[in-house]
């Protein structure tokens, strides 16, 4: 199906940030980037909404294609629209937050993602995107949640 429209037209992302409590302090799962932009750097999984999909369905599939991880409960966080977040152009995205243990489940790297680890939330990486003031605001609101 062919659309034309006068204005520009933003994409739409969702972003996972899943938490795990096994370890003190807690961790989260990130993703280094197969492609670009950003490519080598770490990141939280997460892609680009279908057309078909609900943003909570789009999370839960890129939760699955990057890291081969289902059945998780994600909740909505906030969404992120700082209009140069993303290199490719107006991009919003919508964070997920799940926790799980790490032990408990599979991740294996696939679809653009090269890699996959658990990182304690007291030594991340570098972060790709803005996904830095993502975790910042998480540790904040999940403060009760999180182990340090």
């Known amino acids: ?10 994409a ?3 972003d996972i940030v899943l938490f795990s409590n096994e370890k003190t302090p807690t961790q989260v799962m990130l993703i280094r980037r197969k492609n670009p932009p950003f490519e ?3 990141a939280f999984p997460g892609g680009f909404l279908e057309m078909d999909e609900t ?3 789009c ?3 890129e939760l699955q294609e990057e ?3 289902i059945d998780i409960v994600l909740e909505p966080y906030l969404p992120f ?5 993303d290199p490719r152009g107006r991009t919003i995205s919508m964070v997920f937050v799940g926790f799980t243990n790490a032990s408990a489940i599979n991740a294996t790297a696939a679809s653009d993602a090269s890699e996959v680890q658990w990182f304690s939330l007291n030594n991340l990486p570098s972060l790709a ?5 993502i975790i910042m605001g998480l540790k904040e609101k999940y403060a009760a949640q999180i182990k340090k």
Not at 81 to 85: E, I, K, L, V, W
Request: zero cysteines.
């Open 12 to 14: 739409v992302t969702a």
């Open 1 to 10: 199906m062919n659309y034309t429209y006068e204005y520009p037209r933003p």
């Open 129 to 133: 995107f803005d996904h830095d003031k």
């Open 55 to 57: 943003l909570l369905a």
């Open 40 to 42: 080598g750097m770490w």
């Open 59 to 61: 999370a839960h599939r």
């Open 67 to 69: 890291t081969g991880v």
């Open 81 to 85: 629209d700082t209009p140069d977040r």
